[in-house]
């Protein structure tokens, strides 16, 4: 239980395009879900928190208009790369917690969405 | 500010010898803290957290308050213990992550 999936596992898009990373908890209700992304290398930076049927909360220097997200159902939170550019491309990882079954101090990670921005 | 500092980017140990990787924290909370590991192709999975005080895969990991550290044990390692550990700090209610840099562990034949 508790898996967590993401769509599309690679893009690749021109500058200046949007790109849309989809997030789905597929067992179980995920009222809150997280956004990360991961720099080569480096570690997992907190984007945003995503919470269903509410405007998401975005940690200190995430451009708001640069990265839109969307909570509209209790399984699934996008995340859009508005005007992508070069410097966009990452790796972005979503988690969410389940307070279902699960300890709800407990995020599962979806696999993640390498975005390559030309 | 909330951090967490894994000082080693990389480790190689020898199958059957002891693993210690090393996790600080800076938090003026009360923190929660987590290990999550990545093994090669997959996902970011939890693998335990302070709170349970269990011992998963043969890890261990106790917090400790005075030296605000949580470091991250195995007293025999085995070949398949080679992954990227990341230490993570739980605040605002648990709401939200903050994870150390990872450590890429690899354990020798």
């Known amino acids: 239980g508790a898996v967590v999936s993401q769509h599309p596992s690679r893009v690749i898009c021109k500058s200046g395009t949007s790109v849309k990373i989809e997030c789905r908890s597929l067992d179980f209700q995920a009222t809150t879900m997280f956004w990360y992304r991961q720099f080569p290398k480096q570690s997992l930076m907190l984007m945003a928190t995503s919470n269903e049927g509410s405007k998401a909360t975005y940690e200190q220097g995430v451009e708001k208009d640069k990265f839109l997200i969307n909570h509209a159902s209790l399984t699934l939170s996008t995340l859009t790369v508005t005007s992508a550019h070069p410097e966009d491309s990452s790796f972005y990882i979503c988690?969410?917690?389940?307070w279902g079954t699960g300890s709800p101090d407990t995020q599962y990670f979806g696999p993640g969405t390498r975005l390559t921005v030309l | 500010a909330q951090r967490v500092t894994q000082p080693e980017k990389l480790l190689s140990v020898f199958k059957g010898a002891p693993v210690e990787l090393k996790c600080n924290y800076s938090?003026?909370?009360?923190?929660?803290l987590f290990w999550y590991v990545q093994y090669s192709r997959q996902r970011l999975q939890l693998l335990l957290r302070h709170i349970s005080r269990e011992s998963i895969k043969g890890f261990t990991a106790d917090l400790n308050k005075g030296e605000t550290s949580f470091h991250l044990k195995k007293p025999f390692a085995q070949e398949e213990d080679s992954a990227m550990y990341y230490c993570a700090l739980s605040y605002q209610g648990a709401q939200k992550l903050v994870f150390g840099q990872g450590t890429r562990l690899t354990i020798n034949p």
């Open positions: 938090y003026s909370g009360s923190p929660e």
């Open positions: 988690s969410a917690r389940d």
